[in-house]
Nanobody, 121 residues
Framework: QVQLVESGGGLVQPGGSLRLSCSAS????????IAWFRQAPGKERERLTC????????STVDSVKGRFTISRDNAKNTVYLQMNSLKPDDTAVYYC??????????????WGQGTQVTVSS
């Protein structure tokens, strides 16, 4: 069974930073592409960034490029989302996902439960 667990969300002031974690205990994340999504109230779920297997190449949407960075720690079987210069518009539930493919895709079968990020003063 594929299980993903996100953590690290919370309340942060505009301009602040957070690092989200996505961990797994039932499979080796290094073998697969992992993506981060978010969903704000009343909006569709949006794919933010993804890291491929192997060389760790990434793809990131323009709306967060330069502010959000995805990375892996294979020893910890964890994928991170470093979020800097946060804005109120970044408020959303953040999810990690995988389709157990080596390359990033736009359709994912396995999802974590999500972690809430709220950016507010």
């Amino acid at each position: 069974q594929v299980q993903l667990v996100e953590s690290g969300g919370g309340l942060v002031q505009p301009g602040g930073s957070l690092r989200l974690s996505c961990s797994a205990s039932t499979f080796t994340m290094a073998y697969y592409a992992i993506a981060w999504f978010r969903q704000a109230p009343g909006k569709e779920r949006e794919r933010l960034t993804c890291i491929h297997r192997g060389d760790g190449g990434t793809s990131t949407v323009d709306s967060v490029k330069g502010r959000f960075t995805i990375s892996r720690d294979n020893a910890k079987n964890t994928v991170y989302l470093q979020m800097n210069s946060l804005k109120p518009d970044d408020t959303a539930v953040y999810y990690c996902a995988t389709d157990l493919n080596v390359d990033c895709t736009w359709s994912y079968q396995y999802w974590g439960q999500g972690t809430q990020v709220t950016v507010s003063s």
